[in-house]
């Protein structure tokens, strides 16, 4: 079975610009998590949704966001970008988002100039 | 909250070398635990899991034991091969409230060299 894409693979936006990132799960797999990573801060939580609800969300400012479509798609999108924003970002899809299955995709790299 | 301390990189090694990564862990509960493994240019992939206490985990030839009294899940391989190079990475997953998420180590560089 198709497995978790990310669209783009790679992202260059200048400071200040928004940015939406795309994630289609497994088929079936109704929990969407997003992550990012950096060098220096290493994998951190952003949200996670499940069933188009945000379930959860980690220590991130309100530039930060995310949905959830009835296909259980989802995108998150970034605004007035910094350039410390630059990071792969990873979106990993769950039956029931439980922790016991996630499969992550390859990730969209950003660049931030 | 919860935290995962991985041993530091880079770990180099000659092929067929013995292969430990170090991860003990601090949580509320009873976490799931679990090894990622990422290879260049790509996302992380499920490498194993344990989801209670005395649980073995175990994939390709790699194993890790959920051990709760030292709240430890430390990766072994007996014989790695070059193509084991890449980032590992320890995790746990408590599922309750805010800590309904994945909380990763900061990742370790293993080299194999042949």
């Known amino acids: 079975k198709a497995g978790v894409t990310q669209t783009p693979r790679y992202l260059i936006k200048t400071r200040g610009q928004q940015v939406t990132l795309s994630c289609s799960p497994i088929?079936?797999?109704?929990?969407v998590s997003w992550y990012q990573q950096t060098p220096g801060q290493g994998l951190q939580f952003l949200f996670e949704?499940?069933?188009?609800?945000?379930?959860n969300k980690g220590n991130f400012p309100g530039r930060f966001s995310g949905r959830q479509f009835s296909n259980s798609r989802s995108e998150m999108n970034v605004s007035t970008l910094e350039l410390g924003d630059s990071a792969l970002y990873l979106c990993?899809?769950?039956?029931?988002?439980?922790?016991?299955?996630?499969?992550f995709g390859s990730g969209t790299r950003l660049t931030v100039v | 909250g919860n935290s995962v301390t991985q041993m530091e990189g880079p770990v180099t090694l000659s092929e067929e070398a013995f292969l430990t990564i170090n991860c003990t862990y601090t949580?509320?509960?009873?976490?799931?635990l679990f090894w990622y493994v990422q290879y260049p240019g790509e996302g992380l992939q499920l490498l194993l899991k344990a989801t209670k206490a005395d649980d073995k985990g175990s994939n390709k030839g790699f194993e890790a034991t959920y051990r709760k009294e030292t709240t430890s899940f430390h990766l072994e391989k007996g014989s790695v091969q070059v193509s084991d190079s890449a980032v590992y990475f320890c995790?746990?997953?408590?599922?309750?409230?805010?800590?309904?998420?994945?909380?990763f180590g900061s990742g370790t560089q293993l080299t194999v060299l042949p």
């Open positions: 995790a746990l997953y408590s599922g309750s409230g805010s800590a309904r998420q994945l909380t």
């Open positions: 990993a899809s769950s039956l029931t988002g439980d922790g016991y299955g996630y499969t």
């Open positions: 949704y499940f069933s188009e609800t945000q379930r």
């Open positions: 088929s079936g797999h109704r929990s």
């Open positions: 949580a509320t509960g009873y976490p799931s």
